[in-house]
């Protein structure tokens, strides 16, 4: 009983001392969108040979919005924060005559957090590879706000709502 009683007080320790830090170094970064197929499908592109953006960018997105984002495209407003849009990036590969989707390269995110990503326009850029969770943006600032500043006028996002 005795030991028990001091795993249980030892676990409730490192909980109350270690979670916090922990939540804190994972609150740093974009999480992954889960779920974002569900979300609402905003407009899909091809970045084909000849396109400056074809070596990182090459391929077929699918750019998708969540509930807040796709309130502020559809009014040409601001972004909120908690705000998400996720452009999922395929391989293009032809097939019978079509463009088709081949495999997945990166599912790219930006996430809106004024306090958060104050530096980066209030938005938090992340990219993962693949089907996979591996994080790939090593710096938001120069891999991602860099390109998106030049959308200050429209909140740094590129897409725009299709009615």
């Not at 750019?63 to 395929?90: E, I, M």
């Not at 306090?115 to 994080?135: I, L, P, V």
Request: hydrophobic share 40%; aromatic share 12%; glycine share 12%.
């Amino acid at each position: 009983m005795k030991k028990i009683l001091t795993l249980a007080l030892g676990l409730t320790a490192f909980v109350l001392l270690a979670g916090p830090r922990a939540w804190t170094q994972a609150d740093k970064g974009v999480a992954y969108p889960q779920g974002y197929r569900q979300w609402t499908h905003v407009k899909s592109m091809v970045i084909g040979e000849g396109h400056p953006l074809y070596a990182a960018f090459g391929g077929i997105h699918h750019v998708y919005a969540n509930p807040p984002a796709l309130n502020a495209l559809k009014k040409g407003k601001a972004f909120p924060d908690g705000s998400a849009l996720v452009f999922d990036l395929l391989e293009a590969t032809s097939e019978g005559h079509a463009v088709v989707e081949g495999p997945r390269k990166v599912v790219g995110v930006m996430q809106k957090d004024s306090k958060r990503f104050r530096a980066t326009g209030g938005w938090g850029f992340e990219g993962f590879k693949g089907d996979t969770r591996e994080r790939v943006v090593k710096d938001p600032a120069k891999e991602c706000f860099g390109c998106h500043k030049t959308q200050a006028q429209s909140d740094y996002v590129f897409s725009k709502f299709r009615q």
